[in-house]
């Protein structure tokens, strides 16, 4: 187990469908470690975790924890009181969260984290793919499942660990990189971080946190970053001058991410042409402005993770920019908080589509104090000369997105599980 950081040889994930969860059950399984795991239903993620050959329960109970086992490995969305972890208490076996395995597992290695608000999933996925396609053989953790590799997952033998870092609960402050990579920073995460400047203040933290003879990868003119970078002895590479490379992935921001990605400090053995090769055929990632196909009416279909409003607005301007028809817009809210404290900047997220249908919002780990409401956020939109509504369900949204039909797009939006939507609808 040297090789993993860690001295056990049996782990039980509680949330293994959970995207960092499902590659670091892949990390250690690949390493030697016994991984068996529990998620609430079935996915996309639990099918690619049994086809590794990775045993998922769907349901959690006290039961499927067994005394044999030596870790358990919770989600940050599983509290102590779930049965799963009451049991693992009740047999004395250590528990572990996701980001503090994840440091664990990076000690002694070359670690490059990316981090940001926007664009850190297809960021570490180009600059995975770079690596791997150099032959650099890095071991990647990504936060959605990379279609060129068919995984969130790289398996490498070389000391590389790319790794997406979260920065929600001051996660990230787990690593120790010796490249931090930060693509923007805006405010997110409102139930957790009350203001920008809370924000601010954790990836200062881990600024410091950045080894010495490392390097910090950003634009340091973003009036966001900028005062963070003040003091650091830490090398600034300004990605915003790195060469801009053609791309199957449309839109400005992933321009940026591509900078981002192809940074020199990372990639100093691998030449430009080769970073320009690797970026030109770097596919995108399951849920990341992802063509699924066509209705039966024939309209086209994508669907996309994004959730705060700088990104919504800015994947449907992208997408206003590559088609010429109507733009339906199935936006699933994620959590209350976000959605009520960056009301004012969703009512005008959403000004390349022509209709708007709002699904009930995600509650994931909050309760509803009814300050906020799909039917409030589409009034805001309708307000802006947007056409929005709020549904009851994603069968009836199922149904309304039924008026799109040849020359129009669909665009399923959101964090949670709105992409079933988009699933359903394709013939």
């Known amino acids: 187990m040297s090789n ?33 795991g529990s998620d609430r239903e079935a996915s996309p993620v639990t099918e690619l975790l049994g086809s590794k050959g990775i045993a998922v329960f769907i349901g959690q109970k006290a039961e ?9 490995i919770y989600s940050d969305a ?11 208490q009740e047999l004395g076996i250590p528990q572990y969260s ?5 440091g664990e597992v990076s000690k002694g290695k070359r670690t490059v984290a990316v981090a940001g608000t926007h664009g850190k999933t297809t960021t570490t996925g180009m600059l995975a793919k770079i690596l791997q396609d150099a032959g650099a053989v890095p071991t990647a953790i990504i936060g959605s499942i990379v279609k060129d590799f068919g995984s969130n997952y790289l398996s490498g033998t070389s000391g590389t660990f790319v790794v997406e870092a979260c920065e929600y609960r001051d996660h990230f402050l787990s690593l120790a990189p010796e490249v931090l990579v930060i693509t923007n920073l805006e405010w997110d995460h409102t139930d957790y971080f009350s203001s920008l400047a809370a924000l601010q203040e954790t990836f200062r933290k881990a600024i410091a946190r950045v080894s010495i003879d490392g390097a910090i990868v950003t634009n340091p003119n973003d009036p966001n970053i900028a005062p963070l970078l003040s003091g650091t002895k830490v090398k600034i590479i300004d990605y915003t001058k790195e060469s801009q490379y053609d791309l199957r992935l449309p839109g400005e921001f992933n321009v ?6 192809a940074a020199r400090v990372v990639l100093p ?3 430009d042409a080769a970073i320009a090769e690797s970026l ?17 009416n024939g309209a086209y279909v994508y669907d996309d993770y994004a959730h705060h409003p ?13 088609v010429s028809g109507r733009i339906f817009v199935a936006f699933h809210p994620h959590l209350y908080s976000r959605t009520r404290d960056l009301i004012d900047e969703f009512a005008t997220a959403f000004s390349a589509a022509d209709k708007v249908f709002i699904a009930p919002i995600y509650a994931a780990r909050e309760k509803d104090e009814g300050s906020i409401s799909s039917e409030m956020l589409a009034a805001r939109i309708c307000a802006t000369g947007v056409d929005a509504i709020a549904l009851e369900s994603f069968d009836a949204i199922e149904n309304a997105l039924g008026e799109a039909g040849e020359g129009d797009t669909i665009m399923t939006m959101g964090a949670g599980d709105i992409y079933k939507v988009a699933d359903t609808i394709i013939v």
């Open 4 to 36: 993993t950081g860690v001295k056990f040889h049996t782990a039980y994930f509680v949330g293994i469908g959970g995207i960092g969860m499902s590659a670091l059950a892949q990390m250690l399984s690949d390493r030697g470690v016994q991984v068996t």
């Open 64 to 72: 499927q924890v067994s005394a044999d086992m030596e870790a358990v």
């Open 78 to 88: 599983v509290p102590l009181e779930n049965p799963e972890r009451a049991r693992a």
């Open 98 to 102: 996701y980001f503090e395995m994840l």
């Open 256 to 261: 940026m991410n591509a900078r981002a990605a």
């Open 269 to 271: 053995a691998i030449s």
């Open 280 to 296: 030109a055929n770097f596919h995108g990632t399951w849920r990341r402005f992802e063509y699924k196909g066509k209705t039966k």
């Open 310 to 322: 700088t990104a919504v607005k800015a994947t449907l301007e992208a997408l206003r920019a590559k």
